[in-house]
DNA sequence: TTTGGTTAATAAACACTGTTTAGTAAATTT
DNA sequence: AAATTTACTAAACAGTGTTTATTAACCAAA
Protein backbone atom coordinates (compact mmCIF):
# COMPACT_ATOMS: atom_id res chain seq x y z
CA UNK A 1 0.00 0.00 0.00
CA UNK A 2 2.69 2.36 -0.86
CA UNK A 3 -0.04 4.89 -2.68
CA UNK A 4 -1.79 5.30 0.51
CA UNK A 5 0.93 5.90 2.36
CA UNK A 6 2.45 8.64 -0.24
CA UNK A 7 -1.34 10.66 0.06
CA UNK A 8 -1.21 10.28 3.93
CA UNK A 9 2.54 11.69 3.58
CA UNK A 10 1.55 14.59 1.06
CA UNK A 11 -1.79 15.30 3.53
CA UNK A 12 0.73 16.00 6.67
CA UNK A 13 3.42 17.69 4.47
CA UNK A 14 0.33 20.06 3.13
CA UNK A 15 -0.92 20.85 6.72
CA UNK A 16 2.94 21.69 7.66
CA UNK A 17 2.89 23.91 4.40
CA UNK A 18 -0.04 25.65 6.05
CA UNK A 19 1.03 25.93 9.57
CA UNK A 20 4.49 27.30 8.75
CA UNK A 21 3.28 29.78 6.18
CA UNK A 22 0.31 31.12 8.97
CA UNK A 23 3.12 31.12 11.50
CA UNK A 24 5.90 33.31 9.66
CA UNK A 25 2.81 35.59 8.52
CA UNK A 26 1.59 35.72 12.29
CA UNK A 27 5.00 36.36 13.60
CA UNK A 28 5.86 38.45 11.14
CA UNK A 29 2.65 40.70 10.77
CA UNK A 30 0.49 39.82 13.65
CA UNK A 31 -2.81 37.99 14.09
CA UNK A 32 -5.09 40.48 12.45
CA UNK A 33 -3.31 40.57 9.11
CA UNK A 34 -3.13 36.82 8.96
CA UNK A 35 -6.37 35.68 7.27
CA UNK A 36 -7.46 32.79 5.18
CA UNK A 37 -7.29 34.26 2.06
CA UNK A 38 -3.63 36.08 2.77
CA UNK A 39 -2.04 32.50 4.20
CA UNK A 40 -3.40 30.69 0.36
CA UNK A 41 -2.08 32.99 -1.56
CA UNK A 42 1.41 32.68 0.38
CA UNK A 43 1.14 28.72 -0.35
CA UNK A 44 -0.22 29.42 -3.98
CA UNK A 45 -3.38 27.39 -3.14
CA UNK A 46 -7.17 28.69 -2.79
CA UNK A 47 -8.29 29.47 0.16
CA UNK A 48 -10.68 26.84 -0.04
CA UNK A 49 -7.95 24.23 -0.11
CA UNK A 50 -7.11 24.89 3.17
CA UNK A 51 -10.58 23.78 4.22
CA UNK A 52 -9.57 20.08 2.70
CA UNK A 53 -6.89 20.18 5.64
CA UNK A 54 -8.30 22.15 8.38
CA UNK A 55 -11.90 22.03 9.60
CA UNK A 56 -11.74 25.42 10.20
CA UNK A 57 -9.38 29.00 11.38
CA UNK A 58 -9.74 28.05 15.27
CA UNK A 59 -8.58 24.62 14.56
CA UNK A 60 -5.24 26.19 12.05
CA UNK A 61 -4.60 28.47 15.00
CA UNK A 62 -5.06 25.30 17.50
CA UNK A 63 -1.95 23.69 15.35
CA UNK A 64 0.49 26.97 15.41
CA UNK A 65 -0.47 27.34 19.29
CA UNK A 66 1.29 23.90 19.20
CA UNK A 67 4.51 24.74 17.84
CA UNK A 68 4.78 27.81 19.65
CA UNK A 69 4.87 25.41 22.65
CA UNK A 70 7.15 23.62 21.07
CA UNK A 71 9.52 26.42 20.27
CA UNK A 72 8.63 27.32 24.65
CA UNK A 73 9.63 23.68 24.89
CA UNK A 74 13.16 23.77 23.17
CA UNK A 75 13.80 26.54 24.84
CA UNK A 76 13.24 25.56 28.30
CA UNK A 77 15.36 22.07 27.71
CA UNK A 78 18.17 24.24 25.84
CA UNK A 79 18.11 26.87 28.80
CA UNK A 80 17.15 25.44 31.97
CA UNK A 81 20.70 24.32 33.23
CA UNK A 82 20.50 25.32 37.04
CA UNK A 83 20.01 21.79 39.75
CA UNK A 84 19.16 23.39 42.73
CA UNK A 85 15.57 23.59 42.38
CA UNK A 86 15.18 27.95 43.80
CA UNK A 87 17.77 28.54 41.60
CA UNK A 88 15.83 26.90 38.89
CA UNK A 89 12.76 28.08 39.19
CA UNK A 90 14.06 32.07 38.69
CA UNK A 91 15.88 30.88 35.63
CA UNK A 92 12.29 29.62 34.82
CA UNK A 93 10.75 32.67 35.22
CA UNK A 94 13.41 34.68 33.50
CA UNK A 95 12.94 32.45 30.40
CA UNK A 96 9.40 32.78 30.34
CA UNK A 97 9.69 36.90 30.42
CA UNK A 98 12.26 36.27 28.12
CA UNK A 99 9.94 34.30 25.72
CA UNK A 100 7.10 36.93 26.22
CA UNK A 101 8.91 40.11 25.65
CA UNK A 102 10.76 38.74 22.44
CA UNK A 103 7.57 37.24 20.66
CA UNK A 104 4.90 38.61 21.44
CA UNK A 105 2.43 37.35 19.20
CA UNK A 106 3.34 33.54 19.97
CA UNK A 107 3.06 34.40 24.01
CA UNK A 108 -0.57 35.87 23.05
CA UNK A 109 -1.68 32.74 20.85
CA UNK A 110 -0.65 30.48 23.97
CA UNK A 111 -2.30 31.86 26.39
CA UNK A 112 -4.16 34.86 25.70
CA UNK A 113 -6.54 34.39 22.26
CA UNK A 114 -9.63 32.71 22.71
CA UNK A 115 -9.81 30.75 19.35
CA UNK A 116 -7.30 28.22 19.47
CA UNK A 117 -8.85 26.70 22.62
CA UNK A 118 -12.23 26.67 20.53
CA UNK A 119 -11.31 23.15 18.98
CA UNK A 120 -11.17 21.27 22.22
CA UNK A 121 -13.82 19.61 23.38
CA UNK A 122 -15.62 19.46 26.91
CA UNK A 123 -13.80 16.91 27.96
CA UNK A 124 -10.37 16.69 26.49
CA UNK A 125 -7.35 17.90 27.86
CA UNK A 126 -5.16 20.71 26.86
CA UNK A 127 -2.11 18.70 25.42
CA UNK A 128 -0.42 21.64 23.47
CA UNK A 129 0.85 23.61 26.47
CA UNK A 130 1.22 20.69 28.81
CA UNK A 131 5.06 19.59 28.09
CA UNK A 132 5.67 23.23 29.25
CA UNK A 133 3.12 23.31 32.10
CA UNK A 134 5.44 20.41 33.72
CA UNK A 135 8.32 21.90 33.22
CA UNK A 136 7.28 24.68 36.39
CA UNK A 137 5.35 21.59 38.62
CA UNK A 138 8.07 19.34 38.80
CA UNK A 139 10.04 21.76 39.93
CA UNK A 140 7.18 23.00 42.14
CA UNK A 141 7.40 19.79 43.48
CA UNK A 142 11.17 19.48 44.12
CA UNK A 143 10.33 22.90 46.21
CA UNK A 144 8.00 21.30 48.06
CA UNK A 145 8.96 17.99 49.06
CA UNK A 146 12.52 19.65 50.50
CA UNK A 147 10.34 22.29 51.94
CA UNK A 148 11.73 24.90 50.32
CA UNK A 149 8.72 27.30 50.00
CA UNK A 150 6.07 28.11 52.08
CA UNK A 151 3.56 26.36 50.25
CA UNK A 152 2.63 22.48 50.19
CA UNK A 153 0.21 22.18 47.71
CA UNK A 154 2.43 21.54 44.29
CA UNK A 155 -0.85 21.86 42.33
CA UNK A 156 -1.62 25.37 44.04
CA UNK A 157 2.22 26.57 43.94
CA UNK A 158 2.64 25.66 40.29
CA UNK A 159 -0.85 27.35 39.67
CA UNK A 160 0.07 30.48 41.64
CA UNK A 161 3.32 31.28 39.92
CA UNK A 162 2.38 30.90 36.37
CA UNK A 163 -1.09 33.23 37.43
CA UNK A 164 1.48 35.51 38.39
CA UNK A 165 3.71 35.68 35.55
CA UNK A 166 1.30 35.72 33.35
CA UNK A 167 -1.24 39.00 35.13
CA UNK A 168 2.07 40.63 34.58
CA UNK A 169 2.77 39.91 31.14
CA UNK A 170 -0.66 39.90 29.87
CA UNK A 171 -1.23 43.36 31.16
CA UNK A 172 1.56 44.59 29.68
CA UNK A 173 0.57 43.14 26.05
CA UNK A 174 -2.61 44.38 26.59
CA UNK A 175 -1.18 48.28 27.60
CA UNK A 176 -3.06 48.03 30.99
CA UNK A 177 -0.28 49.01 32.58
CA UNK A 178 -0.18 52.34 31.25
CA UNK A 179 -2.12 53.16 34.92
CA UNK A 180 0.76 52.01 37.25
CA UNK A 181 2.87 55.28 37.23
CA UNK A 182 6.02 53.23 35.32
CA UNK A 183 7.71 54.02 32.31
CA UNK A 184 6.68 51.98 29.36
CA UNK A 185 10.35 50.56 28.57
CA UNK A 186 11.37 50.17 31.93
CA UNK A 187 8.37 47.93 32.66
CA UNK A 188 10.46 44.57 31.68
CA UNK A 189 12.52 45.28 34.05
CA UNK A 190 10.35 45.91 36.68
CA UNK A 191 8.41 42.68 36.12
CA UNK A 192 11.40 40.80 36.71
CA UNK A 193 12.30 42.59 39.91
CA UNK A 194 8.36 42.09 41.03
CA UNK A 195 8.67 38.65 40.16
CA UNK A 196 11.82 37.94 42.15
CA UNK A 197 10.36 39.42 45.09
CA UNK A 198 7.48 36.81 44.54
CA UNK A 199 10.57 34.16 45.27
CA UNK A 200 11.73 36.04 47.71
CA UNK A 201 8.03 35.23 49.38
CA UNK A 202 7.76 32.33 48.84
CA UNK A 203 11.41 30.84 50.04
CA UNK A 204 10.73 29.22 53.23
CA UNK B 1 -27.41 80.59 22.60
CA UNK B 2 -29.81 78.05 23.83
CA UNK B 3 -29.91 76.08 20.28
CA UNK B 4 -26.13 75.53 20.26
CA UNK B 5 -26.50 73.74 23.81
CA UNK B 6 -29.42 72.18 22.85
CA UNK B 7 -27.32 70.64 20.02
CA UNK B 8 -24.52 68.99 22.57
CA UNK B 9 -27.13 68.15 24.46
CA UNK B 10 -28.50 65.97 21.76
CA UNK B 11 -25.32 64.80 20.91
CA UNK B 12 -24.59 63.62 24.30
CA UNK B 13 -27.47 61.97 24.41
CA UNK B 14 -27.32 60.40 21.23
CA UNK B 15 -23.75 59.21 22.44
CA UNK B 16 -25.07 57.52 25.54
CA UNK B 17 -28.08 55.55 23.55
CA UNK B 18 -24.81 54.68 21.32
CA UNK B 19 -22.75 53.16 24.12
CA UNK B 20 -26.34 51.83 26.51
CA UNK B 21 -27.35 49.62 23.59
CA UNK B 22 -23.60 48.58 23.14
CA UNK B 23 -23.25 47.32 26.61
CA UNK B 24 -26.56 45.99 26.86
CA UNK B 25 -26.18 43.61 23.77
CA UNK B 26 -22.43 42.95 24.79
CA UNK B 27 -23.44 41.67 28.14
CA UNK B 28 -26.30 39.83 27.12
CA UNK B 29 -24.38 38.04 23.95
CA UNK B 30 -21.16 38.73 23.97
CA UNK B 31 -17.58 40.68 22.37
CA UNK B 32 -18.28 38.31 19.40
CA UNK B 33 -22.30 39.13 18.69
CA UNK B 34 -21.84 42.99 18.69
CA UNK B 35 -21.26 45.08 15.20
CA UNK B 36 -22.02 48.47 14.17
CA UNK B 37 -24.42 47.17 11.85
CA UNK B 38 -26.27 45.45 15.33
CA UNK B 39 -26.12 48.49 17.57
CA UNK B 40 -27.60 50.49 14.66
CA UNK B 41 -30.33 48.12 14.19
CA UNK B 42 -31.29 48.13 18.39
CA UNK B 43 -31.14 51.80 18.62
CA UNK B 44 -32.99 52.66 15.55
CA UNK B 45 -30.28 53.97 12.86
CA UNK B 46 -28.36 53.68 10.10
CA UNK B 47 -24.71 52.05 10.99
CA UNK B 48 -23.30 55.06 9.23
CA UNK B 49 -24.92 57.39 11.97
CA UNK B 50 -23.13 55.53 14.51
CA UNK B 51 -19.48 57.39 12.59
CA UNK B 52 -20.87 60.41 13.27
CA UNK B 53 -20.64 60.73 16.75
CA UNK B 54 -17.64 57.50 17.47
CA UNK B 55 -14.26 58.21 14.93
CA UNK B 56 -14.34 54.44 14.77
CA UNK B 57 -15.37 50.80 16.83
CA UNK B 58 -12.53 50.80 19.43
CA UNK B 59 -13.52 54.75 20.13
CA UNK B 60 -16.85 53.22 21.11
CA UNK B 61 -15.73 50.09 23.12
CA UNK B 62 -13.43 52.29 24.91
CA UNK B 63 -16.78 54.47 25.90
CA UNK B 64 -18.10 50.93 26.80
CA UNK B 65 -15.19 50.47 29.14
CA UNK B 66 -15.16 53.15 31.20
CA UNK B 67 -18.79 52.45 31.82
CA UNK B 68 -17.90 49.14 33.12
CA UNK B 69 -15.24 50.63 35.54
CA UNK B 70 -17.90 52.97 36.45
CA UNK B 71 -19.81 49.74 37.51
CA UNK B 72 -16.48 48.17 39.18
CA UNK B 73 -15.76 51.80 41.17
CA UNK B 74 -19.24 51.98 42.35
CA UNK B 75 -19.22 48.06 43.43
CA UNK B 76 -16.26 48.76 45.56
CA UNK B 77 -17.36 52.18 46.96
CA UNK B 78 -20.56 50.60 48.44
CA UNK B 79 -19.06 47.39 49.64
CA UNK B 80 -15.38 47.54 50.94
CA UNK B 81 -15.99 48.30 54.12
CA UNK B 82 -13.85 47.00 56.17
CA UNK B 83 -11.18 49.70 58.02
CA UNK B 84 -8.46 47.71 58.74
CA UNK B 85 -5.75 47.60 55.67
CA UNK B 86 -5.23 43.88 55.55
CA UNK B 87 -8.95 43.00 55.51
CA UNK B 88 -9.61 45.37 53.03
CA UNK B 89 -7.22 43.93 51.35
CA UNK B 90 -8.93 40.58 51.28
CA UNK B 91 -11.96 41.95 50.78
CA UNK B 92 -10.98 43.94 47.91
CA UNK B 93 -9.75 40.77 46.25
CA UNK B 94 -12.54 39.24 46.55
CA UNK B 95 -15.42 42.04 45.01
CA UNK B 96 -12.63 41.41 42.08
CA UNK B 97 -12.76 38.16 41.95
CA UNK B 98 -16.82 38.36 42.12
CA UNK B 99 -16.69 41.23 39.76
CA UNK B 100 -14.78 39.17 36.83
CA UNK B 101 -16.67 35.60 37.58
CA UNK B 102 -20.46 37.50 37.49
CA UNK B 103 -19.67 39.94 34.39
CA UNK B 104 -16.90 37.58 32.47
CA UNK B 105 -17.79 39.74 29.14
CA UNK B 106 -17.01 43.50 30.89
CA UNK B 107 -13.86 42.30 32.54
CA UNK B 108 -12.77 40.97 29.45
CA UNK B 109 -13.56 44.57 27.96
CA UNK B 110 -11.63 46.25 30.77
CA UNK B 111 -8.18 44.07 30.83
CA UNK B 112 -8.06 41.50 27.97
CA UNK B 113 -9.58 43.07 25.10
CA UNK B 114 -6.74 45.31 23.30
CA UNK B 115 -9.17 47.37 20.65
CA UNK B 116 -10.89 49.98 23.47
CA UNK B 117 -7.07 50.68 24.13
CA UNK B 118 -6.54 51.68 20.66
CA UNK B 119 -7.15 54.83 21.28
CA UNK B 120 -4.90 56.18 23.56
CA UNK B 121 -2.17 58.03 22.24
CA UNK B 122 1.30 57.35 22.93
CA UNK B 123 1.45 59.40 26.20
CA UNK B 124 -1.89 59.23 27.05
CA UNK B 125 -2.90 58.07 30.69
CA UNK B 126 -5.88 55.50 30.86
CA UNK B 127 -8.77 57.29 32.91
CA UNK B 128 -10.35 54.42 32.20
CA UNK B 129 -9.10 52.68 34.88
CA UNK B 130 -7.80 54.80 37.18
CA UNK B 131 -10.40 55.42 39.72
CA UNK B 132 -10.60 51.41 40.19
CA UNK B 133 -6.63 51.42 40.44
CA UNK B 134 -6.71 54.28 43.15
CA UNK B 135 -8.59 51.72 45.60
CA UNK B 136 -6.15 49.08 45.69
CA UNK B 137 -2.99 51.79 45.85
CA UNK B 138 -4.41 53.21 48.45
CA UNK B 139 -5.01 50.55 50.75
CA UNK B 140 -1.34 49.22 49.62
CA UNK B 141 0.05 52.92 50.86
CA UNK B 142 -1.75 51.46 54.57
CA UNK B 143 -0.17 48.34 54.25
CA UNK B 144 3.43 49.59 53.05
CA UNK B 145 3.31 52.95 55.55
CA UNK B 146 1.89 50.77 59.01
CA UNK B 147 4.21 47.59 57.76
CA UNK B 148 1.54 44.73 57.86
CA UNK B 149 3.42 43.83 54.79
CA UNK B 150 6.59 42.37 53.29
CA UNK B 151 6.79 44.93 50.81
CA UNK B 152 8.28 48.67 50.90
CA UNK B 153 7.69 49.82 47.56
CA UNK B 154 3.83 51.00 46.92
CA UNK B 155 4.25 50.94 43.47
CA UNK B 156 5.42 47.65 43.12
CA UNK B 157 3.19 45.99 46.12
CA UNK B 158 0.02 47.43 43.92
CA UNK B 159 1.21 46.08 40.65
CA UNK B 160 2.03 42.63 42.08
CA UNK B 161 -1.24 42.11 43.52
CA UNK B 162 -3.29 42.88 40.77
CA UNK B 163 -0.99 41.41 38.03
CA UNK B 164 -1.79 37.80 40.61
CA UNK B 165 -5.51 37.91 40.72
CA UNK B 166 -5.11 39.07 37.17
CA UNK B 167 -3.08 36.22 36.29
CA UNK B 168 -5.96 33.97 37.55
CA UNK B 169 -8.79 35.20 36.52
CA UNK B 170 -7.67 35.37 32.40
CA UNK B 171 -6.19 32.15 32.53
CA UNK B 172 -9.53 30.83 33.86
CA UNK B 173 -11.69 33.32 30.98
CA UNK B 174 -9.43 31.99 28.46
CA UNK B 175 -9.64 28.66 29.59
CA UNK B 176 -5.94 28.35 29.69
CA UNK B 177 -6.33 26.56 33.48
CA UNK B 178 -7.39 23.15 31.67
CA UNK B 179 -4.00 21.71 32.20
CA UNK B 180 -3.94 22.70 36.13
CA UNK B 181 -5.67 19.38 36.91
CA UNK B 182 -7.74 21.24 38.96
CA UNK B 183 -12.06 20.80 38.21
CA UNK B 184 -13.73 23.62 35.65
CA UNK B 185 -15.99 24.10 38.45
CA UNK B 186 -14.39 23.96 41.45
CA UNK B 187 -11.82 26.81 39.73
CA UNK B 188 -13.20 29.66 41.18
CA UNK B 189 -12.91 28.54 45.10
CA UNK B 190 -9.03 27.38 44.13
CA UNK B 191 -8.36 31.09 42.76
CA UNK B 192 -10.22 32.65 46.07
CA UNK B 193 -7.93 30.30 48.13
CA UNK B 194 -4.62 30.94 46.01
CA UNK B 195 -5.10 34.68 46.39
CA UNK B 196 -5.82 34.18 50.26
CA UNK B 197 -2.56 32.05 50.96
CA UNK B 198 -0.81 34.87 48.73
CA UNK B 199 -2.04 37.71 51.05
CA UNK B 200 -0.74 35.03 54.10
CA UNK B 201 2.75 35.11 52.62
CA UNK B 202 2.75 38.72 52.00
CA UNK B 203 1.78 39.36 55.76
CA UNK B 204 4.58 40.55 57.94
C1' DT C 1 -41.35 84.77 4.37
C1' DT C 2 -38.24 83.28 1.32
C1' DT C 3 -33.52 82.31 0.37
C1' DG C 4 -29.17 80.22 1.49
C1' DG C 5 -26.23 77.51 4.30
C1' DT C 6 -25.42 74.27 7.80
C1' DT C 7 -26.39 69.90 9.98
C1' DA C 8 -28.20 65.08 10.61
C1' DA C 9 -29.17 60.93 8.63
C1' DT C 10 -28.86 57.38 5.29
C1' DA C 11 -28.45 54.20 1.03
C1' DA C 12 -25.10 52.24 -1.31
C1' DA C 13 -20.67 50.95 -2.12
C1' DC C 14 -15.76 49.40 -0.90
C1' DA C 15 -12.68 46.27 0.75
C1' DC C 16 -12.31 43.03 3.63
C1' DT C 17 -13.44 38.47 6.54
C1' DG C 18 -14.53 32.98 7.28
C1' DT C 19 -16.82 29.39 5.00
C1' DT C 20 -19.64 26.42 1.58
C1' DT C 21 -21.01 24.68 -2.81
C1' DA C 22 -20.76 23.10 -7.26
C1' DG C 23 -17.92 21.90 -10.86
C1' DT C 24 -13.41 20.50 -13.14
C1' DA C 25 -9.36 18.04 -14.00
C1' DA C 26 -6.11 14.80 -12.62
C1' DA C 27 -4.85 10.40 -10.36
C1' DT C 28 -6.04 5.84 -9.25
C1' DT C 29 -8.64 1.59 -9.47
C1' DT C 30 -11.24 -1.70 -11.87
C1' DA D 1 -9.91 1.99 -21.65
C1' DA D 2 -13.66 3.07 -18.58
C1' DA D 3 -15.19 4.16 -14.07
C1' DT D 4 -14.36 6.07 -9.83
C1' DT D 5 -12.22 8.49 -6.45
C1' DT D 6 -9.34 12.40 -5.08
C1' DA D 7 -7.42 17.23 -5.17
C1' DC D 8 -8.37 21.50 -6.24
C1' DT D 9 -10.64 25.89 -7.24
C1' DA D 10 -14.04 29.71 -8.93
C1' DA D 11 -17.74 31.72 -7.34
C1' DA D 12 -20.99 32.68 -4.10
C1' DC D 13 -22.92 33.52 0.75
C1' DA D 14 -23.25 36.00 4.73
C1' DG D 15 -21.07 38.68 7.46
C1' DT D 16 -17.60 42.67 9.06
C1' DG D 17 -15.77 47.96 9.69
C1' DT D 18 -15.81 52.12 7.22
C1' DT D 19 -16.45 55.91 3.51
C1' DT D 20 -18.91 58.57 0.08
C1' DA D 21 -22.56 60.82 -2.22
C1' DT D 22 -27.13 62.26 -1.58
C1' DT D 23 -31.28 63.65 0.65
C1' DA D 24 -34.08 65.91 4.06
C1' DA D 25 -34.46 68.75 7.93
C1' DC D 26 -33.30 72.67 10.47
C1' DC D 27 -31.78 77.46 11.27
C1' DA D 28 -30.05 82.15 10.36
C1' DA D 29 -30.10 86.20 7.77
C1' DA D 30 -32.31 89.28 3.88
Not at 38 to 56: F, V
Amino acid sequence: MGIAERKEREKADMRRRIVDAAIKMFVEEGYEKISIRNIAEKIEYSPATIYLYYKDKDELLHDMQGEAFIALGVMFEQKLTARDPLKRLEQLMQLYLQFAFDQPELYDLMFIIKAPMNTLKESEDWMNGLACYRFLEEIMEECVTQKLIRMHDVRLATLSAWAHAHGFVSLYLRCRLKISGFDEADIPKVIEKALKDYLKLLRA
